[in-house]
């Protein structure tokens, strides 16, 4: 069946632009991640949604970076005011339920390049 | 809090060589440990995976076994080939998180 899928591939913007990076998790997955992965800073964790439940927001560097989840599938990352440390590939998985024995699943990413 | 150290890169073997790559962990509880793996220009892939103390999780012919009394989980392979040219991440879910922590990856060469 079809995998995490992610959009667009590739985003070069301007700083101070804003961005939003889509995420089309498996169907039928409930958990769904985002995932940061930069030169400096390896793979970092950002956001995640399980359910109906409040996601939790831990690892979102600052508060120009917001996701959300609209009807418990498609998610969106938005970046406000892009920086250049924003520079990164956005990587988004999902997973039958947020148990760690369940395997995320990811995506391609999206790289996104600030100028 | 919880954290991975994998053994630093590039690695570059050739054909038919042995592999390891050292990876040790902190964490809080006990943990679920993971073997991921990029291949170039693809997406992150989970190459296998233990959840309890001394079990051995194995996939085309790699194996990591999970061991508690050194916090590691090392990733061998007896004779690699070309197509396991890609990167190795180590990685962990521990106490209530449900997110993954991962090494800081090792980028693997195999040479004919």
């Known amino acids: 069946g079809a995998g995490v899928s992610q959009s667009p591939s590739n985003k070069v913007t301007e700083k101070g632009k804003d961005v939003e990076l889509r995420c089309d998790p498996i169907?039928?997955?409930?958990?769904l991640y985002w995932y940061r992965q930069s030169l400096g800073q390896g793979l970092e964790f950002l956001i995640y949604f399980q359910g109906n439940s409040a996601p939790d927001k831990s690892g979102l560097p600052s508060d120009r970076f917001s996701a959300e989840r609209t009807g418990g599938s498609v998610s969106t990352l938005t970046i406000q005011r892009t920086q250049q440390e924003d520079s990164a590939v956005y990587l988004c998985?999902?997973?039958?339920?947020?148990?760690?024995?369940?395997?995320?699943?990811f995506g391609p990413g999206t790289r996104l390049t600030v100028t | 809090g919880n954290s991975v150290t994998q053994m630093e890169g590039p690695v570059t073997l050739s054909e038919e060589a042995f592999l390891t790559i050292n990876c040790t962990y902190t964490?809080?509880?006990?943990?679920?440990l993971f073997w991921y793996v990029q291949y170039p220009g693809e997406g992150l892939q989970l190459l296998l995976k233990?959840?309890?103390?001394?079990d051995k999780g194995s996939n085309k012919g790699f194996e990591a076994t999970y061991r508690k009394e050194t916090t590691s989980f090392h990733l061998e392979k007896g004779s690699v080939q070309v197509s396991d040219s890609a990167v190795y991440f180590c990685?962990?879910?521990?106490?209530?998180?449900?997110?993954?922590?991962f090494g800081s990856g090792t980028q693997l060469t195999v040479l004919p």
């Open positions: 998985a999902s997973s039958l339920a947020s148990e760690r024995g369940y395997e995320q699943y």
């Open positions: 169907s039928g997955h409930t958990a």
């Open positions: 233990a959840t309890k103390a001394d």
């Open positions: 964490a809080t509880g006990y943990p679920s």
């Open positions: 990685a962990l879910i521990s106490g209530s998180a449900r997110q993954l922590t």
